[in-house]
């Protein structure tokens, strides 16, 4: 019996999620007494999968060939299902990346697994139940999932688990991929990826702002805010409907829903579809001018004043602060 | 170009969200329901595709009979047929099995979901139904192109995105900016009682997962307000107080 976790890379480097599936999967093997597995697909270095022991990883699983250097699901899909036979993994653990989340189902239809998608929390295991918490109506609410089936699949939200080093020495070995050639029906054409931005849905922190901006012109300020905090920027949804801002960046029930350590909410009313996508923030700080706006009701920290004034202020504040750190 | 698009039956996104008998039972009373957003987005981008004889546009939906007013919306909207398959949905696995079953015997060329239903969150159900039929599944995609015997298909990566071709038949989960939603007019609207729709029994499958109970978000605390001369202490207080900065 073992406990596997699929370890996603970017260009051969493992990101903060990929850790936090680790660790995730690491304390769900502790509670099974059992050993914790990683598969990595695709081209990375030695040294980088060695460092997975440093999470708990006791073996580490590798596939790497040229077909399977860029993300192709069912080939990644097979992959994982076949290691997870192999290693009589009782429950599989992905993070519930863009890749994650058209992986694992595919992965639960091959071994006939429950599956929970977009998990916040560790698994309860008590009286033989495996029960699972989960992000449903979009962040208005949590279901608690029971998976009933033998092997059990979970996929993580980003940045609802913390990363924790268990370290351990990994055994790292070559896995033989069990891609079928139809596997490989579809072909990437193109990779793009803006290095110098921080992704949207596992940020830890974001800048958000709405109609109250007034219009794209004025976003300037946001972003240098964003860049000074080191945090992804985001918008509510009828700012991305006019073009202000790409469609990646709008946050809410029908865009991305977000789980950072810090929200910042700027020129946005709070409408209940808006914060749907922000209930799982840890501290909401708002900016509005009308004292009125909902959003001060779920706002950890809120200021009521003139964006155009607040902002700008703000930034000084926090340069001042880092000069100081 | 034959052309299937999933619908599912969802509260109106302005709905606040409740539970009955003792957090176990989603509270119906007073809901409004309609297509998944995102299903909507799906549709339109069928539509689009089909537009001119180049295809017909079919969609179904696993539910009771209380869905009909959603799928005649679907069918308002421009759809030229529908299968609705009798029960309840009881989770993605069991959706996607029936979703499978249909589209195997109908031999669509493309399958397209929402990225995820907006009640459930699963985004499940397009990959299941991928690997039920052995086709390519490309989850959560922002633009669609057919060109002749391919499809040219963006999708959403981390700070970024990729851009793959696959042949058909195949499914996707759409997303915002696949194609803006379609409003039906008048003509939709009449000719949308006279379409077929028929209805399937389901088949059965065994259960793998069960929701036991659900919870509402944790009220935040009372927010503590900051004078706007002096944002030097809300940076205080996320630091000092807050420790997320
Ligand atoms: C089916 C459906 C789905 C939806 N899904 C989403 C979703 O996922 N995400 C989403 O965000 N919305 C969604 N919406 C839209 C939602 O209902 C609101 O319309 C939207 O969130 C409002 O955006 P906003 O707060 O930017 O704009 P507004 O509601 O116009 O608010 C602007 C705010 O800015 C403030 N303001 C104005 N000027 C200034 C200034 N100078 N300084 C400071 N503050 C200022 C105003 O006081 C106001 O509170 C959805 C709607 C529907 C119907
Ligand atoms: N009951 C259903 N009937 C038809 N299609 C569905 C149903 N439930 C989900 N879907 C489709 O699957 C997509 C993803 O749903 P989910 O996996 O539940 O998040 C939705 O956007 C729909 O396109």
Known sequence: MSVLVYVENAEGKFKKSTFEAVSYAKEVADKLNTNLVAISIGNVADATLADLGKYGANKVLFVSNEKLKTFVNQAYASIIASAAKTEDAKVVVLSASFSGKGLAPRIAVKLEAGLVDGAVELPEMTDGKFNVKKNAFSGKAFAHVELTSDRKI???????????????????TAFESTAAESDFQVMVREIVRASDKVSLPDAELVVSAGRGLKGPENWGMIEELAN???AATACSKPVSDAGWRPHEEHVGQTGIAVSPNLYIAIGISGAIQHLAGVSSSKVIVVINKDAEAPFFKVADYGIVGDAFEVVPKLIEAIRKFKEAA | MKVLV????????????TFTDNNTQFNTAGVQYII??????ALARAIELCEGGNGTVTVVNVGEATTEPTIRKALAIGADDAIRINAAPRDAYF???????????????????????????????????????????????????VDGETVVIEREIEGGKEVI???????????EGVAEPKIPNMRGIMSARTKPLSVVEPIEIAKLAQVTAYETPAARGNVKMIDAADPAKLVEALHSEAKVI
Not at chain 2, 106 to 126: F, K, P
């Open chain 2, 95 to 145: 959706v996607a099995k029936q979703i499978a079953k249909i589209a195997q015997e109908g031999s669509y060329d493309m399958i397209l979901t929402g990225r995820e239903s907006i009640d459930y969150n699963g985004s499940q159900v397009a990959a299941m139904v991928g690997e039920f039929l052995n086709i390519p599944s490309i989850s959560i995609v922002k633009k669609i192109t």
């Open chain 2, 6 to 17: 999933c619908i599912s039956n969802v509260p109106d996104t302005t709905t606040k969200i």
């Open chain 2, 36 to 41: 998944n957003p995102y299903d909507e987005i």
């Open chain 1, 154 to 172: 979970i996929s993580l939200v980003p940045n609802s688990y913390k990363v924790v080093e268990k370290p351990v020495t990994a055994e790292i």
């Open chain 2, 165 to 175: 071709s696959t042949p058909m038949p195949f499914i996707s989960s759409c997303a």
């Open chain 1, 228 to 230: 000074l905090l080191g």
